[in-house]
């Protein structure tokens, strides 16, 4: 079994640890040891003796051995701990890990539920195998010091009993696991159904819907049948290792008294046999084939794969943080050479201005200033892409080819459902592609180079794809922290103050910082509107090196004017490009090109091309807004009535 | 027919049965409790029994080792030992059996009644809390009639210990009985120490479920900024805390435990020394000495005694938890069958109170047969109950609602279920398949049914590019808010009826998509009536009639261009001074305030996070 050998790996790996437990375990086990030879000695020797002092003091010794004995059952569970909270802590930063990079939500009850039945259990395992292992040790050293015959009668049935024991754990075991695995079943089938009340009333399936979970609870009362009646072996592996010593011990009295077994030696062996053995036998018994299944199951959710390498599965995922940063490390400290009245100026409030021919000198470290100029291709080339969701899907997008030069300007527009999302996560390489490729700035997203190179090269050549580009994802990502914390949380470094402020007025963060508290308050997302996430979400990927970003309906929560201050800003960062799955007409309006999703084909074009060749187009605008047409520049732009700041991109 | 008073006496019927969950639950497996008692006071009997036997057995043995009453003794303890594993397993099958037969039991009814009171349950008690209740609850009170019925030989075992000390010499039982209460008393003062630690233990480790529950709901910004070690490490911060009082929890456990493993020894050793010097003065024998000893193990079997005492407790605060379930009471349904209509739906005076504080109140409104009414309000109004109301998902204190005639009340469960269909706002996906939480409702339906119905809720063609199509498990579909309302819808469809009620239904939809649902469901159905609840200009405008609700109360009923006139009714709409005429029937020209949706386009909606509030 897998877990046992895990289970001896780990020991290895804490030998000091396990030595440590196995010499208060010793210490703990003298208490077994005497407690039988000082009460044979007490009886020989005192009490049978006529002696009852002698035989007093041989009481007062096995008294001593219990208090020394639980001070050795404490100092066990200061052992036990040094064992059983480096794996929780192992299992802990596992789930973790694989929660963040999954995107799990099961790993949150991995983290409070099965890690606690996990840590449970294995303590569990350790201190019963132990305790059995010293205890018995114990008892037999005891025997055989009163007599070396007696180990010869209660040995046999003892090693008999351990024997079927270890042949009835796997049976049992399977039947503990079937009963769990049933007790999931039930537990994810009612947690599916709960929410669903209202849907299973109002269709009526109350009928069908308590069928299957009928079934499933039947499923698991047989299971539980099972694991009863097999539990019956456990009774005769006990009967045969723990009572079978005494009625033997019993049977051969006359036997063993006549070859020199005095009075005193039988009762303490009588005394070993019942009050050390059988207990730990019975322990073992019972504690070994619960536990033992119980973590091999839950092992097996917490770390579906066998190997627990840090290693994530997507190779795209695997790009830490780069390792020495040197390159960066000036830009990142120096001030930033943009004051923040400048950055102001970069997005016309009204965004009706001309937009600024030069960009005021932008004060993000760009890859072009990281030293690494990435020459090769345009900012985003999409060539022959196809990709469905499995086997059995259609695809969604279909030998796509798009070319998105540096410092462009696309809006991605469809119906919902229609692959959007899929493209941005195509081109973000959280989807591997079916067939085709994504470059961005000449990096491939996919495939061996963005995946499988060692860190230490990282340094030496140029940035990769992952840097290149930031994703803005329709739910925002806030966490519990410091405002600057999370705006910085794409860099490799702290940000200076100055930088955030500059971000996030050109963002439109500033009122909600302001609010806050400036960029060292701290920030609760679960205070924040999903408007107000959303802006710190934006300004956090303004703020990341990436030159291309990707906004998936990142200012859906936002109002229009909202909008289009955070779009500007991401259009007027240098070199920046910039491609939004459009939530709003205004925002592909915005937009010198437009892509228009239908289904698997896609077309390509600025506004009035569209409106010509796709009807598609026609109609989403159509349906936007019948005013579009009619009289495509109202008076006033963003209008918050209408929705969409009607004027034409530049 | 029920009437309103009767809904209130059926609420108050299963609060009666409260304690007798679990003597029902007892009685179900009556004979195995009864057998099971019997076992386990056998197994005590021999249990007392035996020491007596071990000490005659060596008396004889030590005086004449090879006489025929030592040897029969001798066989008899082996009788004694033999019966006491065959009724330990007899025990260990029955008592496992038992817990399993009851939990099984109690696990069905009780799933049965929830799915029989319906969404009531959930919104009292919350989805996570009622899956524990059913599942951890369930099987905790499940073990309450077997510990019952182990319980006297539990009773009896620590109890007749003393008293068969006190049988071999009553100053035994007495060095017994003065040290018990030291035992009692270091007991107590463990069980006190242990919590503290374990609370900054549970604090750590929220703390990091909260960080790992942002960064899952983050996880493709992560996953995109390829930050997921920074991200994890920021999480694991409190994780040595969490390491230091998990120790900690250790350290106190083995405290404890030591304490624990100290006093029935000792105990022990002070009966044997009294014993050992009542040997030296012939006043026991060796073999009354072993017997002793035994008895003292046994009566510090009391540990024993109070841990099933405790688990009862256990058992039975479970058993409240679960018979909570049951005050929450089963819908009642009539037996009436649907006449022939075109699902003409009145309310009559419908009141709905929550709290005590009316959420409906005197609603009198009327959809004809065949018609379409939509109901607009800001949130809160009452909109999601007065659909709920009028598909009889919840019923009304006050007043009346009928379908084509009849009350719904009065109708059988499959007439007004088959008569009525839902679409939501949020469905939860039920079932095994896409195609299978499509043809919730209907019996055995047909691959084309379930097909027809995704056309018509515009969702066949991204179902067809999941993984497996028609066939992806509902847990494996990497769905969006607006996809998943459209499974809802074609879900609505599919189930067809006289009446459909759709809650805020199109909410999540790009204006394209619901344009073309909007077309299905508009188009005049002579058989058919619609309610529509809605958040948009746009599909008001298309029903025959708007209904605007206002703190509870109809403020006003009538064609969605009358309305429309009137500025506080556009302002529902966060069309503030848009002149009418720019927003004619047919057209969202309307459109959104900050959060509303209302011109969106390929907004897939908000999957996870709170939408347009």
Same mark, same amino acid.
């Given at each position: 079994m897998t877990v046992y050998r895990r289970g001896l790996r780990l020991l290895r790996a804490h030998r000091r640890a396990v030595a440590a437990l196995a010499a208060w375990s010793v210490v703990e086990a003298g208490q077994a040891f005497l407690m039988g030879y000082a009460l044979a000695r007490a009886l020989d020797a005192g009490f049978l003796a006529g002696r009852a002092r002698t035989g007093l003091g041989w009481l007062g010794a096995g008294a001593l051995a219990v208090v020394v004995g639980a001070y050795g059952t404490r100092r066990v569970y200061g052992g036990v701990a040094a064992l059983v909270e480096p794996v929780r802590d192992q299992l802990v930063r596992h789930v973790v890990a694989r929660g963040v990079r999954e995107g799990d939500g099961g790993a949150l009850s991995g983290l409070t539920q099965q890690v606690e039945i996990a840590r449970d259990t294995f303590a569990g395992l350790v201190m019963v195998s132990r305790s059995f292992l010293f205890t018995a040790a114990g008892a037999l050293i005891g025997l055989c010091s009163l007599d070396p015959l007696l180990l010869l009668v209660v040995a046999p049935p003892l090693a008999a009993g351990l024997a079927l024991f270890v042949l009835t754990l796997p049976p049992l075991a399977r039947r503990q696991e079937a009963f769990l695995v049933a007790d999931e079943e039930i537990a994810d089938h009612l947690g599916r159904?709960?929410?669903?009340?209202?849907?299973?009333?109002?269709?009526?399936?109350?009928?069908?819907?308590?069928?299957?979970?009928?079934?499933?609870?039947?499923?698991?009362?047989? @299971? @539980?049948?099972?694991?009863?009646?097999?539990?019956v072996l456990r009774v005769v592996c006990l009967a045969v290792g723990g009572q079978l010593p005494l009625v033997l011990?019993?049977?051969?009295?006359?036997?063993?008294?006549?070859?020199?077994?005095?009075?005193?030696?039988?009762?303490?062996a009588l005394a070993y046999v019942t009050q050390s053995l059988l207990p730990a036998l019975q322990n073992l018994v019972h504690g070994l084939g619960t536990s033992g299944s119980r973590l091999a199951v839950v092992l097996r959710r917490l770390t579906p794969d066998p190997p627990p390498t840090a290693s994530g599965r997507d190779g795209a995922l695997r790009t830490a943080v780069p390792p020495t940063d040197s390159t960066r490390a000036p830009q990142t400290t120096a001030p930033p050479n943009g004051s923040t009245g400048a950055r102001g100026t970069a997005v016309p409030p009204t965004g009706d201005g001309p937009r600024p021919s030069a960009p005021l000198s932008h004060p993000l470290g760009t890859p072009a200033s990281s030293g690494h100029a990435p020459d090769a291709g345009p900012a985003l080339s999409v060539t022959a892409l196809t990709f469905a969701y499995g086997p059995g899907g259609v695809p969604v997008i279909e030998n796509l080819h798009l070319r998105v030069p540096r410092g462009a300007h696309l809006a991605v527009v469809g119906p919902s459902g229609i692959?959007?999302?899929?493209?941005?996560?195509?081109?973000?390489?959280?989807?591997?592609?079916?067939?085709?490729?994504?470059?961005?700035?000449?990096?491939?997203?996919?495939?061996?180079?963005?995946?499988?190179?060692?860190?230490?090269?990282?340094?030496?050549?140029? &940035?990769?794809?992952?840097?290149?580009?930031?994703?803005?994802?329709?739910? @925002?990502?806030?966490?519990?922290?410091?405002?600057?914390?999370?705006?910085?949380?794409?860099?490799?470094? &702290?940000?200076?103050?100055?930088?955030l402020r500059a971000a996030a007025e050109a963002v439109g963060l500033d009122g909600l910082m302001e609010r806050l508290g400036g960029p060292a308050a701290a920030v609760d997302p679960r205070t924040l509107s999903a408007g107000e996430r959303q802006l710190i979400a934006l300004t956090r990927a303004y703020l990341s090196y990436a030159p291309l970003a990707l906004l998936d309906e990142a200012t859906c929560h936002l109002d229009p004017e909202a909008e289009e201050r955070a779009e500007r800003a991401f259009a007027a960062r240098p070199g920046g490009t910039v491609v939004v799955v459009a939530h709003r007409i205004s925002s592909a309006r915005r937009a010198a090109r437009v892509l228009v999703m239908d289904g698997r084909r896609a077309v390509l074009g600025d506004h009035e091309e569209l409106v010509e060749r796709s009807p598609l187009y026609r109609d989403l605008t159509g349906s936007w807004s019948h005013a579009l047409t009619a009289s495509p520049r109202p008076a006033r732009s963003g209008s918050r009535r209408c929705g969409y700041g009607p004027r034409s991109c530049a | 027919m029920t009437t309103p008073a009767d809904t209130r006496t059926a609420a108050d019927i299963p609060a009666a049965p409260r304690a007798p969950l679990l003597r029902a639950a007892a009685r179900h497996s009556g004979c195995r409790c009864a057998a099971l008692c019997l076992a386990s006071t056998s197994a005590t009997a021999a249990n007392l029994i035996l020491p007596f036997a071990l000490g005659r057995a060596l008396d004889l043995l030590l005086t004449d080792p090879e006489g025929a009453r030592a040897t029969r003794w001798v066989l008899v303890c082996t009788a004694l030992v033999l019966l006491l594993a065959m009724l330990d397993a007899g025990e260990t099958v029955l008592g496992a059996t038992t817990n399993a037969r009851v939990t099984a039991w109690l696990r069905r009814r009780l799933v049965g009644h929830v799915l029989s009171a319906g969404p009531r349950t959930v919104s009292r008690f919350g989805a996570g809390d009622l899956v524990a209740r059913l599942v951890g609850n369930a099987a905790q009170a499940g073990t309450a009639p077997a510990t019952a019925a182990a319980l006297l030989a539990a009773l009896a075992a620590p109890a007749g210990a003393i008293v068969a000390l006190w049988l071999v010499d009553p100053r035994l039982a007495a060095v017994f009985l003065g040290g018990a209460p030291v035992l009692t008393l270091l007991l107590r003062a463990l069980a006190r120490d242990s919590s503290r630690c374990a609370a900054r233990y549970q604090e750590a480790q929220g703390r990091i479920a909260g960080g790992l529950a942002e960064a899952i709901g983050g996880f493709r910004t992560i996953a995109a900024g390829g930050t997921a070690d920074r991200e994890a490490a920021r999480i694991l911060r409190p994780l040595p805390e969490l390491s230091r009082e998990g120790r900690l929890m250790w350290r106190v456990q083995g405290r404890a435990a030591a304490r624990a493993v100290t006093v029935a020894p000792l105990l022990q050793i002070g009966v044997l020394a009294v014993a050992g010097v009542l040997l030296v003065h012939h006043q026991l024998s060796v073999g009354d000495l072993l017997a002793a000893s035994r008895y003292t193990v046994l009566a510090t079997g009391v540990g024993v005694l109070v841990g099933q005492l405790s688990g009862l407790v256990r058992a039975r605060a479970a058993a409240r938890r679960l018979a909570e379930l049951l005050t929450e009471p089963?819908? !009642?349904?009539g037996t009436l069958h649907m006449p022939p209509g075109q699902g003409r739906l009145e309310l009559r005076g419908v009141t709905v109170r929550r709290g005590g504080r009316p959420v409906l109140d005197g609603i009198d409104l009327t959809v004809p047969g065949g018609g379409t009414l939509a109901v607009v309000g800001r949130s809160g109004s009452g909109k999601s109950l007065l659909a709920a109301v009028a598909g009889r998902l #919840?019923? !009304?204190?006050?007043?009346?609602?009928?379908?084509?005639?009849? !009350?719904?009340? =009065?109708?059988?469960?499959? #007439?007004?279920?088959? #008569?009525?269909?839902? =679409?939501?706002?949020? !469905? #939860?996906?039920?079932?095994?398949?896409? =195609?299978?939480?499509?043809?919730?409702g209907v019996r055995a339906a047909s691959v084309d049914r379930v097909r027809d119905a995704a056309r018509t809720a515009r969702a066949d063609a991204f179902v067809r590019r999941l993984p497996e199509g028609y066939a992806t498990r509902c847990t494996d579909a990497p769905l969006s808010g607006g996809e998943v309302q459209r499974l809802g819808l074609a879900r609505a469809f599919a189930h067809g009826g006289r009446l459909l009620i759709l809650d805020d239904a199109l909410s999540s939809l790009d204006t394209v998509t619901e344009h073309h649902i909007a077309e299905a469901l508009f188009r005049p159905s002579p058989g058919s009536s619609r309610l529509i609840i809605a958040h948009r200009a746009s599909t008001a405008a298309r029903a025959d009639r708007v209904a605007w609700l206002e703190g509870g109360r109809l403020r006003a009923l009538g064609p969605h261009a009358e309305l429309w006139r009137g500025a506080e009714y556009r302002a529902l709409f966060g069309a503030g001074g848009a002149a009418p005429e720019q927003c004619p029937k047919g057209s969202p020209g309307a459109a959104g305030t900050e959060g509303d949706e209302s011109d969106a386009f390929g907004a897939a909606g908000p999957a996870s996070e709170g939408g347009p509030s």
């Open positions: 159904i709960c929410p669903g009340l209202r849907d299973i009333m109002a269709a009526g399936a109350e009928a069908r819907v308590t069928t299957g979970a009928g079934v499933r609870i039947a499923v698991e009362l047989r @299971a @539980a049948r099972s694991l009863a009646r097999w539990g011990l019993l049977a051969t009295a006359p036997w063993l008294l006549a070859h020199g077994v005095t009075p005193g030696a039988l009762v303490g692959g959007k999302s899929t493209l941005m996560g195509l081109v973000a390489g959280l989807l591997e592609p079916t067939s085709g490729t994504i470059q961005v700035n000449g990096q491939p997203v996919h495939g061996r180079a963005a995946r499988e190179e060692p860190a230490w090269i990282q340094p030496l050549r140029g &940035p990769t794809a992952c840097e290149q580009r930031v994703l803005i994802p329709q739910e @925002a990502y806030v966490f519990t922290g410091t405002l600057a914390e999370n705006l910085g949380q794409l860099r490799p470094g &702290p940000v200076p103050e100055a930088e | 089963a819908t !009642p349904y #919840a019923d !009304p204190d006050d007043g009346e609602v009928r379908l084509d005639g009849v !009350p719904l009340s =009065a109708l059988s469960r499959d #007439a007004l279920r088959g #008569a009525v269909g839902h =679409a939501f706002e949020r !469905p #939860a996906l039920l079932g095994e398949t896409i =195609a299978d939480t499509i043809a919730l």
